[in-house]
């Protein structure tokens, strides 16, 4: 499988909605002049996938030609496992960035923690591979990716000129759905406590039995205006730097000062 | 469905590894004289399904007769999905604490975003349930769960009697497996460094394709004594205050200060 051109990037590209969508497409033609591309994504949609992982059942992956020169293999695991092929199996090496997107719809806030995209992203970050998610706030297939293209490119030319000194740098950037010129710029935020409040839609099969469909709307309990939430509801790109330590440290701190659990 | 009793708290249990498996039946006994015990679990292992949801097709939801006289549920979805149609489908409100588990196996370090079993524990964290992820580190079937259920029990216990202060108060406890008497103690821990360096096994198939099998070995990066690998190396038992705030506040404040983005 690929070699890496030591004069050019390698840059890893994957998603979640899968390999045929206008979103990773839009990605690619971001930055293909940028490095060497090469592409690993889902063979089928994977929203809401999470950080899954398959380890019961064995993975497909197979080479398409979908983006004219450019390497693409497709899977049938979860964007996680996307990752962890690429880097084994297909470029045998860690990639010098990790781009996943563009995402069809919002990935702001709570969402982070349930969407596919970031979790690829944040995989490769684990790996020790810098990397970005990038969603733009319109879930159609149809949206404008223009705007979030220049975004795209702005932000990867910038970091690759960078000395990134956190070995497990991870960006979690989200754009409005508004045209280039109305977005006031890139904002770096914290996660907003936001999230759906959920319900499940009760129906009935053929058979007449019940069944359960998710469904929600969206709030938002964070008044701040540090947060990513505020920064797109004010038309900035929002960007959040994440980390997989999950340590609650204040509440590590409480616990034993208090002595719980002797 | 289920109504609560006003006197005795209401404990909500789920895990991954399915609502047969013997992990859960020894929570749901460690427990059952507490509170009111309500189960809802997955209908078939959901290792390593992370944080995933189902949004792309319906879930289905059938009671079961497995513990006696305590309501239980099966449902097809993730456990995630599991907290979800607990508290909107069968609770009708927010349980009083949600236990997920005890899993077959080691959640600690990085697992814990991998894990089902603390996934589902912090969807109930979101939604301001008190909650505790149990694991022994014993993937056997027939894995003896004795004194992780007297842990259990010592743990609920002590947070039942407690006022929590923080709305989303969630632990990630492993056991090590070791008799009850070989346990020094509990101890407050961060999530180690520590990881699976992973391969994947590449096999053919009776037709002669290509696939691919997760695999890996098990690499502690952190050298630190304050970690959950260290304790339970040590026969502690491990439990790491965890949060889902992703951001990371040192990087986003570097970012700020070099002017990133501009």
Request: proline share 6%; aromatic share 8%.
């Amino acid at each position: 499988m690929s070699k890496s051109n030591p004069k050019k990037p390698v840059i890893l590209i994957t998603n979640d909605d899968d390999i045929t969508s206008p979103g990773i497409r839009s990605l690619v033609e971001a930055v293909s002049d940028i490095g060497k591309v090469v592409v690993v994504a889902p063979d089928k949609p994977q929203s809401g996938m999470g950080h899954a992982i398959t380890i019961g059942s064995p993975l497909r992956m197979n080479k398409v030609k979908l983006f004219g020169d450019i390497e693409a293999w497709q899977t049938s695991g979860t964007p996680v496992d996307c990752v962890k092929l690429a880097v084994d199996k297909v470029l045998h090496q860690k990639p010098d960035i990790c781009l996943s997107g563009i995402n069809h719809g919002a990935n702001h806030s709570i969402n982070v923690i349930y969407s596919g995209t970031m979790s690829a992203a944040m995989e490769a970050s684990i790996e020790g591979i810098p990397s970005i998610g990038f969603s733009l706030l319109d879930y159609s297939y149809d949206a404008d990716f223009n705007p979030a293209k220049a975004i795209v490119r702005k932000m990867v030319l910038e970091l690759l000129s960078k000395k990134i000194k956190d070995p497990h740098f991870l960006l979690n950037v989200n754009i409005p759905n508004v045209p280039l010129k109305k977005i006031k710029g890139i904002k770096i935020c914290k996660q907003a406590y936001a999230k759906y409040d959920e319900e499940f839609d009760e129906r009935v099969d053929p058979q007449g039995k019940k069944y359960f469909w998710l469904t929600g709307v969206f709030k938002n309990f964070d008044k701040g205006k540090d947060t990513d939430v505020w920064a797109l509801k004010n038309n900035y790109v929002s960007a959040v730097p994440i980390q997989f330590d999950l340590t609650h440290y204040q509440l590590k701190k409480q616990i034993e000062k208090e002595n719980w659990f002797k």
